[in-house]
């Protein structure tokens, strides 16, 4: 049931509204980046044009705007998070910076030979590297939540995968590979039973789900703007007030001090400790515009509409021979991603042929390789669904697919 009007919404999305190799663009590469409403390039547009300046230096009228445009912005994000309160907001360039900065901040202090550090197999790899960087430094060790068939995380043996010598669990909230929605508050209790911290990727969780992070009881969620209508380059890491305090700045420079002298300095307070040198302004005054836009469509209405587009998305596929889909057979458990192979067709050449028809999904091991190795393919085609996407574009799809099955057999 989709509770606003998608054709109002589509024309909303200037990029949407074009040809693509002749044909009306139907863009299914959501979980890679999302398209922009007009609302967030206009208001990216006027801080450019209208109160261009450097934040929190400047005590000129513009340089005021922009420190004012810039700090609303993070309220309105960390409020839409249910943050307890906007300094638990550090402004990242997305979510791989985030988890870096955690790995790096966090880490380097906080782990120690020895200690582990437990994962799954169906990271993204944003949030497989970063540990894996800490770990040649400090000795922990790497272990590994397994996937059963359907692309779920096996959790029968949580207890005796932590243990006291878990530090940290890091998980991701819904797979970018095979759209799955892992029942992360069941991860989170776990692991703070036997003392462990928890970091959520919510790279694609932030983007179908409302989240609530003093709800869920993580200590880290990591997110990106431009999957959710937002810019590139600018993302954001939540965290408990408590342990950004506790943690090192992990980089440094203008902005995140508070005294520099000749051999040592000493730091601003919460988040901009964690904001070394200029940051990217407009893209977070955009991000807090892209927030204000979902927001008024409510996140509830919108995993609604992507639940009943993925619905009518499956049941469709379904009717085509020789298609093989990857992740869990409930849409209760599963986001708004449909991985799959059409028979001996190469992905890379699924994606051309829908590409020539004016059709735009992804094809490769979408930056998640242990979960191909797991499934023993080497990549996957990729349709990701949006809130603007409609039943028209999974029948152009599926069209599509027919063309494939008719060069493939
Ligand atoms: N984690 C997941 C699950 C993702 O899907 C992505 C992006 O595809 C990332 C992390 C990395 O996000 P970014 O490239 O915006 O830092």
Redo the contacts with the bound molecule.
Sequence with gaps: MTLFDVQAVRDQFPALNQQVHGRPLVYLDN???SQKPRAVLDVQEAYYTQDNANVHRGIHELSRRATEAYEDARIKVARWIKAADSAELVWT???????NLVAMGWGLDNISEGDEIVLTEM?????LVPWHLLSRRTGAVLRYIDLDDQGRLILDNLDELLTERTKLVAC??????LGTINPVERIIEAAHAVGALVLI?G??GIVHLPVDVQALGADFY?F?G??MCGP?GI?ALWARRSILEAMEPWQGGGEMIRFVHKDHSTWAEVPHKFEAGTPNIAGAVAMGAAVDFLSDLGMEAIAAHERAIMEYALARVGEIAGIRVFGPESLDERSAVLSFLLGDAHPHDISTILDSEGIAVRAGH???QLVMKRYGVAATARASFYLYNTTEDVDRFVDGLGIVKGIFG
Excluded: F, L, P, Y
Aim: glycine share 10%; aromatic share 0%.
């Design positions: 979980a890679a980046t360039r997305g979510t791989t910076e985030a988890i990271e993204h790899h944003s949030n991701g909230h819904v797979s970018n590979a990727d790279a694609q990591c990106s431009h999957k590139t993302g979408h930056c998640a």
